[in-house]
């Protein structure tokens, strides 16, 4: 039996499996690494669950406000400030400002507010109220010739007033003298003092109503103006444009100077009024 034992040296290792088979079975132990793993995904779940649960709904984003879109200004090759000047019947309408000075050889002068404007690429136009009616200026960028003294000018221009709408040529500043006039001069026969009669000539200090014209200038007592065009009408009658500056203001005239003999009469839309050539 020993000698059996000896020869099989596994023998003793069965009995022990037998003897070991008879007591339970242990339970399979987990392996560390696997259980720390579980843990952890159990982990991020339950957190997930509680961020769900926990988190505020996002906020919906506010829309932006859209800017009001501003076209560009409008551009002219108009200036906003020109004169038309409008032959028989004879206006001049100054844009100047935020108004129009509207003169004339059979009106006074009037002083509109601009109470609409219109502008394009090559033209402009204003319309302007008093209590007197509505005027409309108009300037086209044209060359225009003036149909009387045959002057060129820059600009062709339209006058609507009291329903009528009158055509003429427009400028800017002092405009061109008619083609082989000298600019804004006066002729000799209209140059001199005048005044109410021979008395007052004789003693010019003590009267207010005498007239002193130049070549370039007319001085009366309390304004002077300066001759800016000067358009022949005829033998011995003249119309003229001058800026004016006097008792603290500024204004532009139109005025027909016309001499026969030895009186002048001056016309500047409204009454006219004469003088006499006083002696040299």
Not at 216 to 244: D, K, M, Q, W
Not at 251 to 267: M, P
Request: with cysteine; net charge positive; hydrophobic share 35%.
């Amino acid at each position: 039996m020993a000698n059996r034992d000896r020869q099989n040296p596994r023998r003793p290792a069965a009995t022990r499996d037998v003897r070991d088979s008879r007591a339970p079975n242990p339970v399979p132990a987990v392996p560390l690494r696997g259980t720390a793993i579980t843990t952890m995904l159990i982990a991020l779940a339950l957190a997930g669950c509680n961020d769900r649960r926990d988190s505020a709904p996002a906020a919906t984003p506010t829309p932006r406000p859209t800017g009001t879109i501003v076209p560009p200004p409008v551009t002219s090759t108009v200036p906003d400030r020109i004169t038309v000047a409008t032959n028989e019947p004879f206006y001049s309408a100054r844009v100047a400002g935020d108004t129009i000075i509207l003169s004339g050889v059979d009106m006074a002068e009037r002083r509109l507010p601009i109470t609409d404007r219109d502008i394009t690429a090559d033209r402009r136009s204003w319309t302007a109220r008093d209590e007197g009616g509505t005027v409309v200026v108009t300037a086209t960028r044209a060359a225009c010739e003036d149909d009387m003294s045959g002057a060129p000018r820059d600009y062709r221009g339209t006058l609507t007033l009291a329903g009528r709408t009158v055509r003429g040529c427009a400028f800017t500043g002092t405009p061109a003298p008619p083609p082989g006039e000298p600019a804004a001069t006066i002729p000799a026969t209209f140059t001199g003092n005048w005044n109410t009669d021979a008395a007052a000539c004789a003693n010019p200090a003590a009267s207010i109503e005498g007239v002193r014209v130049t070549p370039h200038e007319i001085l009366f007592h309390e304004s002077a103006g300066r001759v800016t065009r000067v358009e022949p009408l005829g033998t011995g009658r003249i119309r003229i444009r001058a800026e004016y500056d006097g008792e603290g203001e500024r204004w532009t005239a139109t005025q027909t100077l016309t001499v026969a003999g030895n009186r002048l009469t001056i016309d500047t839309g409204g009454q006219p009024f004469s003088r006499v050539r006083c002696p040299r």
